[in-house]
């Protein structure tokens, strides 16, 4: 399983950026795909998940990023993007992709929920 993020960036503060994350080797539609981020000396902390379509393909959030982020998914690109709006300085951190391999009722917001990572990409925010 292959995970490909990118779109990071710098970006004032109140932009915008969109980042995907192109999968191979899973078929996200029947896969959670989520988004983590970490900020130097900081843990790793939950963004935005997608639930796989048969538990509705929801989008969840963090409360931080609320009403300022959406999650999508494309099936047929099997990609999945994150759309970041009215971005902040606090916004700034490594932003990776993550795929569930197990089918869990739990919201799934730890990082250990998730079986494969992408590499991630740099978001960096000026304020």
């Known amino acids: 399983v292959q995970l490909q993020a990118s779109g990071g960036g710098s970006v004032q503060a109140g932009g915008s950026l969109r980042l995907s994350c192109e999968v191979s080797?899973?078929?996200?539609?029947?896969?959670?795909t989520g988004w983590f981020r970490q900020a130097p000396g900081k843990e790793r902390e939950f963004v935005a998940n997608?639930?796989?379509?048969?538990?509705?393909?929801?989008?969840n959030y963090a409360d931080s990023v609320k009403g300022r982020f959406t999650i999508s998914r494309d099936n047929a690109k099997n990609t999945v993007y994150l759309q970041m709006n009215s971005l902040k300085f606090e916004d700034t951190a490594v932003y990776s992709c993550?795929?569930?391999?197990?089918?869990?009722?739990?919201?799934?917001?730890?990082?250990?929920?998730?079986?494969?990572w992408g590499q991630g990409t740099q978001v960096t925010v000026s304020s």
């Open positions: 993550a795929v569930a391999e197990r089918h869990l009722a739990a919201p799934m917001t730890r990082a250990a929920d998730f079986d494969y």
């Open positions: 080797g899973r078929t996200l539609s029947r896969h959670t």
């Open positions: 997608i639930r796989r379509s048969a538990y509705g393909g929801t989008g």
